[in-house]
């Protein structure tokens, strides 16, 4: 099977450039994840970054093709020849297909990802009813993988600024749970023209998450909350 | 991180409201149009010689000028990075809506 990958060492690469591999493959190799640990024995330079092998823990990201998702739930059948492999698009690169994440992250810890809740707790612990457990599916699946915030044109723009659509899915897991007693902060935090109010419902987040999971509606419902507390 | 400069919400808003009013006159005009089954220059005199149709007239233009300005601001919050660039960009945008909105009134009231 015929790549073409990404490979920058900034350390010694004055410039990036793409690297053609043409490598045979296993039949046991049936995901990207496969080919590129396949690829990792033949040329071990080749860096990128990977942990569970099964989509949860977010570490595999990158840009397949053109498009993000995550090489160990891609299944290679699907993929065109010569496969593409780039990083994540508008992060800085560590080395190949590794990006440096910290502002994404830095992003993600600016909307308080942990419950707050000051009242004394039960002897227990704090129950919800089926109900208001249900208002968290669709949130909490949110593996932290970076491939909806980089597809993001607003997040390309102003990462600084922006929360972006991962960051925001979960300020609105936080917003969503009825264990939490910090709403009104939540919406002021992110009552700014840069940080939320920067998507204009582009969708490319929704297109690319692996989980399948939506940002634009949870960003959708954040902006009602916060237009409903100011008419 | 600075946060809290809290027009967001309210531009957005007003970013829907106004697309709203400019549907409506879209509309209304596109309306006048087939009752007359066409406009000629006497029709169209005598929509433009009543006062409630010139308000209505202003409110769409005040509606696409502010419209026009939320949407400027949001492309150069994009791309005028520098800060004091920014800022002379949407003064800059503010003095032509504003103008917009004299000639308007001048337009709309200057023949009465
Ligand atoms: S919302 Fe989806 S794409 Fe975005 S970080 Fe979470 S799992 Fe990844
Ligand atoms: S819907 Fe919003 S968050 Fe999602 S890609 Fe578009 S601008 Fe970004
Ligand atoms: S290796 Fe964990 S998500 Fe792909």
Redesign the interface.
Known sequence: MRFRIYRYDPEQDAKPRLQEYDIALDPHDRMLLDALIRLKSVDDSLSFRRSCREGVCGSDAMNINGRNGLACTTNLKTLAEPVELRPLPGLPVVRDLIVDMSQFFKQYH?IKPYLVNDEPPPERERLQSPGERERLDGLYECILCACCSTACP?FW??P??FVGPAGLLNAYRFIADSRDRDLNDRL???????????C?SIMNCVDVCPKGLNPTRAIGNI?TM??KR?? | ?A???????????AQRVTAVVMTLYTLLIGLIVLWHGGLDYASWKAMFASTAFRVVSFLFMASLLFHAWVGMR?IL???AKPTSLRLSLQVAVVCVLVAYAGWTVQVLWGHA
């Open positions: 600016s607003s723009w102003n600084d600024k002021d935090n992110l009552e700014d023209p840069y940080r939320l109010f920067r204009h902006k916060i237009v100011a008419v | 991180m946060v809290g400069a809290h027009y967001g919400a309210r531009d957005w808003l949001n919050m994009d791309y």
